[in-house]
């Protein structure tokens, strides 16, 4: 697990200056990947890789990066885990394939030059890599199925650069730091930057599940994986046998490791999941991390610890305070990739198990959006169901809503105004749910900043699901490839890496999800995660019946209390509300971002 | 004026007012103005001002700077027997429908058109002698217009960077004038920016299809690439032509297309459309890309093209020769001339 960067460049040029703004890039990552580095640049000067790693796979210099094929025609630098790479590289040597180490990136190298883009399709994990091609002058991309691994890039006529990270792209002189408009619009109403746009103008993510093949300047691109369910029938019993089944089967790659493996315990039904299934699935004597507050209602620290002796783990817990939280903040601000209004609970968890000594955790991410954990799955289908009976009604909600959005003095009124005027469809019910700012005020800020471009629509950019999904299952898509992509994701993968902690999510698994997908939404998706519960027995009866938590921070109490000075800083313009926490933090979050990383607005006072 | 043979010129105008005109006049030209007149009321003022003056002055000529006086000037005529002239620019001399109208363009002693398109729409709606019409293309005001660096308080104000290629058009947003193509553009840009990622759209102007054109960027998720800069005062104008890589405007209206030449003067290359009196004002392509207005395709091919470079054109890559091509086509200095010219010709025919 690592950091990755580089530039391809259409003409020959000089190696001293493609190799400089690389290594400038590499130093941006260096927290990624502290135990090796390494360079690559073309005879020609048409390509240049920079790699930082983290070795968790083949600890030998074999495994250095970046790599190339003997004949020097393929160069790769990757950042993730191949979890089948034990199989593919079985398969490769049956083949009469040569292979001089035992890491996943040489098995990665020569699935490549064996079946060109069609690799991907064989490779099971997170990953993001680039392969430069020396003699086609071309060179391949590729991001996990579901988007654990980030890859940003820009291009210009004549190059792309890319890197692990937005802030190496900025910082190693890639590009200007320029706010965009569709990233910044999608933070306000989101609360982080919705792929594949990005905060910056110029800049994209490369989605979850494409590969992009870039050649002399031209790009093309596909989408190789998909989000998709393909229910059978089936009983309670099967579907609980086949859900422990995947999940065991997914635990049992994710543990592939030559270091130790760890696990996040939160207190919650998908960490306690992992831990249960951990012997099953070929692990010993595992390492527990676990944070612990001070104000009881928020304080999982307990549970955790009590779990922890039940399953016989090595149990490591920290207690965060207010006070020791505002002395982590400001490293956790400098940490920041992209805003975004979460992520400081990664980030502490990490910390503390970085300290620990510990080089890979598992985390149970992805278990709600799976197994229906989260409040939308009951809400949502309640409420579009409800709007469909009554859709004679429905320019009564539109002016009802218009006027919500603009006369409510509260935000939750507000953000319900603005998804009355959208029409009953999951996608607007989901928007308005998980939204910070609704349309009107997210515009309105927005074009503060950037007067001069056009702000988004209202209800633009989230993919609608198609119809003939059940609506549990809509619910499910949306949280797969929207909060628990751009928001979870994304911030485990920056802040883990921030400690050079490499993160694993056993939930978020292409193959997994292709099995966990036969079993139809109306036993999958029952609501309290029965499903989850039915597949793994071994989950104790005391913490079936707490509160739904997950690594929640008291950030109401801090921000009332001991923070307050926080968000006095970036106060909002007239006619913005802020009557929660998280609308005040998300402004002043953008705020020390664009300052930290010299990132502009449009600027009318020249 | 004041060269032209020592006559004497008295000077109307409708939407200017005296004080903002004042110094900007030579010695012995005098000016009577109804920008002082608010709304509709102007024009009635303007009609109220000039019909007297023509009656008591008796000029030997009245030149309409605006087709729509030509009514007016057909009256005096019809009383007094002074000869006029009328200026043909463009749309509005395009579709000439009222019968009194047509009749006062009829009767006029000649027609100074911008261009020849302009001209030849006349002479095919009102079956006039082509004799009666001659050329006198639009100049522009060279001085004030340079080729210059991108300036930074542009960039900053835009948040656009130095490296980043920005196509320009300025143009009035207004409903009926549409025509203009930056439609066009908009939907030209997910292809241009295919080839040229960074390229940016900026289009200086206000008006009533501000609306329209922002739902459009819009619907195309062309939000981080193309930026409205709004009204934009003749000061920061040279500014902003300087600011772009090239200047496009494949309209479908132009009469002749002042802001082409304006764009020339700063060095730009230009892209207006073929159909109209662009393509005088670009010399038939002698000074820049002329294009089919309607196909997206090859706007975008073209600009695209320019901005990389491999446009294949004799001038449109070398800033000053554009500047100085456009100033020997169209500078005042050739102006002059070519009015001195018409002139001479109402001396000569007495």
Same mark, same amino acid.
């Given at each position: 697990?690592?950091?990755?960067?580089?530039?391809?460049?259409?003409?020959?040029?000089?190696?001293?200056?493609?190799?400089?703004?690389?290594?400038?890039?590499?130093?941006?990552?260096?927290?990624?990947?502290?135990?090796?580095?390494?360079?690559?640049?073309?005879?020609?000067? %048409?390509?240049?890789?920079?790699?930082? *790693?983290?070795?968790?796979?083949?600890?030998?210099?074999?495994?250095?990066?970046?790599?190339?094929?003997?004949?020097?025609?393929?160069?790769?630098?990757?950042?993730?885990?191949?979890?089948?790479?034990?199989?593919?590289?079985?398969?490769?040597?049956?083949?009469?394939?040569?292979?001089?180490?035992?890491?996943?990136?040489?098995?990665? +190298? %020569?699935?490549?030059?064996?079946?060109?883009?069609?690799?991907?399709?064989?490779?099971?994990?997170?990953?993001?890599?680039?392969?430069?091609?020396?003699?086609?002058?071309?060179?391949?991309?590729?991001?996990?199925?579901?988007?654990?691994?980030?890859?940003?890039?820009?291009?210009?006529?004549?190059?792309?650069?890319?890197?692990?990270?937005?802030?190496?792209?900025?910082?190693?002189?890639?590009?200007?730091?320029?706010?965009?408009?569709?990233?910044?619009?999608?933070?306000?109403?989101?609360?982080t930057v919705p792929e594949p746009a990005t905060m910056l103008r110029g800049v994209q993510m490369l989605g979850a599940g494409h590969w992009l093949e870039w050649r002399?300047? *031209?790009? @093309?691109?596909?989408?190789?994986?998909?989000?998709?369910?393909?229910?059978?029938?089936?009983?309670?019993?099967?579907?609980?046998?086949?859900?422990?089944?995947? +999940?065991?089967?997914?635990?049992?790659?994710?543990?592939?490791?030559?270091?130790?493996?760890?696990?996040?315990?939160?207190?919650?039904?998908?960490?306690?999941?992992?831990?249960?299934?951990?012997? /099953?699935?070929?692990?010993?004597?595992?390492?527990?991390?676990?944070?612990?507050?001070?104000?009881?209602?928020?304080?999982?620290?307990?549970?955790? %610890?009590?779990?922890?002796?039940?399953?016989?783990?090595?149990?490591?817990?920290?207690?965060?305070?207010?006070?020791?939280?505002?002395?982590?903040?400001? /490293?956790?601000?400098?940490?920041?990739?992209?805003?975004?209004?979460?992520?400081?609970?990664?980030?502490?968890?990490?910390?503390?198990?970085?300290?620990?000594?510990?080089?890979?955790?598992?985390?149970?991410?992805?278990?709600?959006?799976?197994?229906?954990?989260?409040?939308?799955?009951?809400?949502?289908?309640?409420?579009?169901?409800?709007? %469909?009976?009554?859709?004679?009604?429905?320019?009564?909600?539109?002016?009802?809503?218009?006027?919500?959005?603009?006369?409510?003095?509260?935000?939750?009124?507000?953000?319900?105004?603005?998804?009355?005027?959208?029409?009953?469809?999951?996608?607007?019910?989901?928007?308005?749910f998980r939204c910070v700012y609704a349309h009107a005020e997210a515009a309105g800020l927005a074009t503060r900043l950037l007067p001069y471009a056009v702000a988004p629509?209202?209800?633009?950019?989230?993919?609608?699901?198609?119809?003939?999904?059940?609506?549990?299952?809509?619910?499910? +898509?949306?949280?797969?490839?929207?909060?628990?992509?751009?928001?979870?994701? @994304?911030?485990?993968?920056?802040?883990?890496?921030?400690?050079?902690?490499?993160?694993?999510?056993?939930?978020?698994?292409?193959?997994?999800?292709?099995?966990?997908?036969?079993?139809?939404?109306?036993?999958?998706?029952?609501?309290?995660?029965?499903?989850?519960?039915?597949?793994?027995?071994?989950?104790?009866?005391?913490?079936?019946?707490?509160?739904?938590?997950?690594?929640?921070?008291?950030?109401?109490?801090?921000?009332?209390?001991?923070?307050?000075?926080?968000? *006095?800083?970036?106060?909002?313009?007239p006619g913005v509300i802020v009557d929660t926490w998280y609308r005040g933090w998300a402004l002043a979050v953008l705020q020390h971002w664009m300052r930290r990383n010299?990132?502009?607005?449009?600027?009318?006072?020249? | 004026?004041?060269?032209?043979?020592?006559?004497?010129?008295?000077?109307?105008?409708?939407?200017?007012?005296?004080?903002?005109?004042?110094?900007?006049?030579?010695?012995?030209?005098?000016?009577?103005?109804?920008?002082?007149?608010?709304?509709?009321?102007?024009?009635?003022?303007?009609?109220?001002?000039?019909?007297?003056?023509?009656?008591?002055?008796?000029?030997?000529?009245?030149?309409?700077?605006?087709?729509?006086?030509?009514?007016?000037?057909?009256?005096?005529?019809?009383?007094?027997?002074?000869?006029?002239?009328?200026?043909?620019?463009?749309?509005?001399?395009?579709?000439?429908?009222?019968?009194?109208? !047509?009749?006062?363009?009829?009767?006029?002693?000649?027609?100074?058109?911008?261009? !020849?398109?302009?001209?030849?729409?006349?002479?095919?709606?009102?079956?006039?002698?082509?004799?009666?019409?001659?050329?006198?293309?639009?100049?522009?005001?060279?001085?004030?217009?340079?080729?210059?660096?991108?300036?930074?308080?542009?960039?900053?104000?835009?948040?656009?960077?130095?490296?980043?290629?920005?196509?320009?058009?300025?143009?009035?947003?207004?409903?009926?004038?549409?025509?203009?193509?930056?439609?066009?553009?908009?939907?030209?840009?997910?292809?241009?920016?295919?080839?040229?990622?960074?390229?940016?759209?900026?289009?200086?102007?206000?008006?009533?299809?501000?609306?329209?054109?922002?739902?459009?960027?819009?619907?195309?998720?062309?939000?981080?690439?193309?930026?409205?800069?709004?009204?934009?005062?003749?000061?920061?104008?040279?500014?902003?032509?300087?600011?772009?890589?090239?200047?496009?405007?494949?309209?479908?209206?132009?009469?002749?297309?002042?802001?082409?030449?304006?764009?020339?003067?700063?060095?730009?290359?230009?892209?207006?459309?073929?159909?109209?009196?662009?393509?005088?004002?670009?010399?038939?392509?002698?000074?820049?890309?002329?294009?089919?207005?309607?196909?997206?395709?090859?706007?975008?091919?073209?600009?695209?093209?320019?901005?990389?470079?491999?446009? !294949?054109?004799?001038?449109?890559?070398?800033?000053?020769?554009?500047?100085?091509?456009?100033?020997?086509?169209?500078?005042?200095?050739?102006?002059?001339?070519?009015?001195?010219?018409?002139?001479?010709?109402?001396?000569?025919?007495?």
């Amino acid at each position: 697990m690592c950091g990755i960067a580089g530039i391809v460049r259409v003409a020959e040029g000089p190696r001293d200056s493609i190799l400089e703004t690389v290594g400038r890039m590499r130093r941006c990552l260096q927290h990624r990947g502290p135990d090796d580095e390494g360079l690559f640049v073309a005879r020609d000067g %048409r390509a240049a890789f920079a790699h930082t *790693r983290l070795s968790i796979l083949d600890l030998s210099p074999a495994g250095h990066q970046p790599m190339s094929t003997a004949d020097g025609r393929y160069t790769i630098v990757f950042n993730g885990e191949i979890y089948n790479f034990m199989a593919l590289r079985r398969e490769l040597e049956t083949a009469g394939v040569p292979l001089t180490s035992r890491s996943d990136t040489e098995v990665i +190298l %020569r699935l490549y030059e064996r079946e060109g883009t069609a690799c991907v399709r064989r490779l099971r994990g997170m990953f993001a890599f680039a392969i430069w091609d020396d003699i086609e002058k071309r060179c391949f991309f590729a991001r996990d199925p579901l988007g654990i691994k980030p890859l940003y890039f820009c291009r210009s006529a004549d190059s792309l650069a890319f890197a692990s990270e937005i802030r190496a792209l900025l910082n190693g002189g890639a590009v200007e730091g320029q706010l965009g408009m569709v990233g910044l619009y999608g933070y306000l109403t989101t609360g982080t930057v919705p792929e594949p746009a990005t905060m910056l103008r110029g800049v994209q993510m490369l989605g979850a599940g494409h590969w992009l093949e870039w050649r002399e300047g *031209r790009i @093309r691109s596909e989408r190789y994986w998909g989000v998709s369910f393909a229910p059978e029938r089936m009983g309670r019993e099967e579907a609980a046998r086949l859900a422990r089944e995947a +999940l065991v089967d997914s635990l049992r790659h994710h543990f592939v490791s030559d270091v130790p493996v760890g696990i996040f315990l939160s207190g919650g039904l998908d960490s306690t999941t992992l831990l249960a299934l951990a012997a /099953e699935a070929g692990a010993r004597k595992v390492s527990t991390y676990s944070i612990a507050f001070e104000e009881p209602e928020w304080d999982e620290g307990p549970l955790a %610890r009590r779990i922890a002796e039940h399953f016989g783990s090595r149990h490591h817990e920290v207690t965060i305070t207010a006070d020791i939280g505002r002395g982590w903040l400001e /490293e956790f601000l400098d940490s920041v990739d992209q805003p975004t209004i979460d992520g400081f609970n990664t980030f502490c968890v990490s910390k503390v198990a970085h300290q620990s000594g510990a080089k890979v955790v598992l985390s149970g991410l992805g278990g709600d959006e799976l197994f229906a954990g989260y409040r939308s799955f009951v809400t949502l289908p309640r409420v579009v169901r409800w709007m %469909r009976a009554t859709s004679l009604a429905a320019p009564l909600y539109r002016a009802a809503g218009a006027w919500l959005e603009g006369h409510s003095t509260s935000s939750k009124t507000r953000r319900m105004g603005d998804f009355l005027q959208q029409g009953a469809s999951c996608g607007a019910f989901y928007r308005s749910f998980r939204c910070v700012y609704a349309h009107a005020e997210a515009a309105g800020l927005a074009t503060r900043l950037l007067p001069y471009a056009v702000a988004p629509g209202r209800g633009s950019r989230t993919a609608n699901p198609a119809s003939d999904e059940t609506l549990r299952d809509a619910v499910s +898509l949306l949280e797969l490839t929207t909060y628990m992509r751009n928001q979870l994701l @994304r911030d485990s993968d920056v802040m883990s890496m921030r400690w050079g902690l490499e993160l694993r999510v056993p939930f978020v698994d292409s193959a997994l999800l292709e099995k966990v997908g036969r079993i139809p939404a109306s036993l999958r998706l029952r609501p309290g995660k029965r499903m989850l519960i039915e597949a793994v027995p071994e989950l104790p009866s005391w913490v079936l019946d707490q509160p739904k938590r997950g690594f929640t921070f008291p950030f109401e109490r801090w921000f009332e209390d001991r923070w307050r000075d926080l968000l *006095r800083e970036a106060a909002p313009p007239p006619g913005v509300i802020v009557d929660t926490w998280y609308r005040g933090w998300a402004l002043a979050v953008l705020q020390h971002w664009m300052r930290r990383n010299g990132v502009v607005a449009q600027d009318d006072r020249g | 004026m004041a060269s032209l043979g020592g006559g004497r010129l008295r000077l109307l105008c409708k939407n200017d007012r005296a004080d903002s005109l004042g110094g900007a006049l030579p010695n012995g030209v005098g000016a009577v103005c109804a920008g002082d007149w608010p709304g509709v009321t102007r024009t009635v003022a303007f009609v109220g001002q000039i019909v007297p003056a023509a009656l008591r002055d008796r000029p030997d000529l009245i030149i309409c700077g605006h087709m729509n006086f030509a009514l007016a000037a057909h009256w005096v005529h019809r009383w007094r027997g002074i000869p006029y002239w009328i200026i043909a620019h463009g749309i509005e001399a395009w579709n000439l429908r009222r019968p009194g109208m !047509r009749e006062a363009v009829r009767g006029s002693q000649r027609i100074l058109a911008v261009s !020849r398109f302009t001209r030849d729409r006349l002479v095919e709606q009102l079956d006039l002698p082509p004799d009666r019409l001659s050329l006198l293309p639009n100049t522009f005001d060279e001085g004030g217009l340079t080729p210059g660096p991108k300036p930074e308080y542009l960039l900053r104000r835009y948040g656009i960077s130095a490296r980043q290629p920005v196509i320009l058009t300025v143009a009035r947003l207004s409903s009926p004038e549409r025509y203009k193509g930056y439609d066009k553009i908009i939907e030209a840009m997910p292809s241009i920016l295919e080839r040229v990622p960074q390229v940016h759209y900026l289009l200086v102007g206000k008006g009533d299809d501000r609306g329209r054109v922002e739902r459009r960027v819009r619907d195309m998720g062309l939000e981080d690439h193309v930026s409205l800069a709004g009204f934009v005062p003749e000061s920061e104008l040279c500014d902003h032509y300087n600011l772009c890589d090239v200047f496009a405007m494949p309209s479908k209206g132009e009469g002749f297309g002042i802001v082409f030449l304006e764009a020339l003067a700063c060095g730009k290359p230009v892209v207006a459309g073929n159909l109209d009196g662009s393509r005088d004002a670009l010399c038939d392509g002698e000074l820049g890309a002329l294009i089919d207005p309607d196909d997206v395709g090859q706007i975008a091919k073209t600009l695209a093209e320019i901005l990389l470079g491999e446009y !294949r054109h004799a001038l449109i890559h070398r800033p000053q020769a554009l500047r100085d091509a456009v100033v020997a086509k169209y500078g005042y200095a050739r102006f002059e001339a070519q009015l001195r010219e018409h002139l001479g010709q109402l001396n000569a025919h007495g």
